[in-house]
C-alpha cells in the first residue's frame, strides 16, 4: 500500500485545514489509518486514527474537540479535517496504515505503511 498525504500548509491561529491521505494498491479497508506529527525536534506523536470498516474515529486528548477524522472507502482516502488550529499544532503530518491492537493504536512501530508527511504551520 502506498501512502500519500497533502493538503498542509500555512494557517493563521484558531483557522482550519483539512489533511488528506491517498492509498494505491492492497486492500485499503484491511487497514487502520492513523495520523501521526512530529515538529523538529521532537518525538512522533499519534494525532488519531480512524477504523478499518465501520470508521469509528479515535484521537488523542491533545485534538480531541477539535480535529476530526473520516474515511471514504470507495476512494482510498482519509481525511482530517483540523479546527481551531494552535500554534503547538505545527508539525510535519503522516499517514500510517496498519492492523494495531485496540490498546497499541499510538504505537507508530505498529503501522507498516507510511505517506510521505505534509508541512502543517500555524502562525500569524
Known amino acids: 500500500v502506498q501512502l500519500q498525504a497533502s493538503g498542509g500548509g500555512l494557517v493563521q491561529p484558531g483557522g482550519s485545514l483539512t489533511l488528506s491521505c491517498a492509498a494505491s494498491?492492497?486492500?485499503?479497508?484491511?487497514?487502520?489509518i492513523s495520523w501521526f506529527r512530529q515538529d523538529s525536534g521532537k518525538e512522533r506523536e499519534f494525532v488519531g486514527g480512524?477504523?478499518?470498516?465501520?470508521?469509528?474515529?479515535y484521537y488523542a486528548a491533545s485534538v480531541e474537540g477539535r480535529f476530526t477524522i473520516s474515511r471514504d472507502n470507495a476512494k482510498n482516502t482519509v481525511a482530517l479535517q483540523m479546527n481551531s488550529l494552535k500554534s503547538e499544532d505545527t508539525a510535519i503530518y503522516y499517514c500510517?496504515?496498519?492492523?494495531?491492537?485496540?490498546?497499541?493504536?499510538?504505537?507508530?512501530?505498529?503501522?507498516?505503511?507510511w505517506g510521505q508527511g505534509t508541512q502543517v504551520t500555524v502562525s500569524s
Open positions: 480512524i477504523r478499518r470498516s465501520w470508521g469509528k474515529a
Open positions: 494498491g492492497g486492500t485499503f479497508s484491511d487497514y487502520a
Open positions: 500510517a496504515a496498519g492492523r494495531p491492537a485496540l490498546g497499541s493504536r499510538q504505537n507508530s512501530g505498529l503501522y507498516y505503511y
